[in-house]
Nanobody, 126 residues
């Protein structure tokens, strides 16, 4: 049974930093993609960042390039999202998700995602 467990959300002021973690279990971690979506109230879910765990290729949404960094620790089956220079518009529920290709993070298709985490709230105040 696939399980993704997230941690690391919280509240920060604009300009601050947070690091999200997503630990995977019961999943073929080494040959797939893991990443993050976010959804703000009243907005559609959007892909934020993702990494191909078998090779290190990454995807970033334009809105987070240069501020967010995704990384992996294969020994721990864990992916991290380091979020710097946070803005109020980054406020959202962040969801970890697993997929078989990076394209599913830029071209969101809920049916193409293999597993979801429970979500962690990030709140950035101005």
């Amino acid at each position: 049974q696939v399980q993704l467990v997230e941690s690391g959300g919280g509240s920060v002021q604009a300009g601050g930093s947070l690091r999200l973690s997503c630990a995977a279990s019961g999943y073929t971690y080494s040959s797939n993609c893991m990443g993050w979506f976010r959804q703000a109230p009243g907005k559609e879910r959007e892909g934020v960042a993702a990494i191909y765990t078998g090779g290190g290729s990454t995807y970033y949404a334009d809105s987070v390039k240069g501020r967010f960094t995704i990384s992996q620790d294969n020994a721990k089956n864990t992916v991290y999202l380091q979020m710097n220079s946070l803005k109020p518009e980054d406020t959202a529920m962040y969801y970890c998700a697993a997929a078989h290709a990076l394209v599913y993070y830029s071209d969101y298709d809920v049916n193409a995602l293999d597993a979801w985490g429970q979500g962690t709230l990030v709140t950035v105040s101005s």
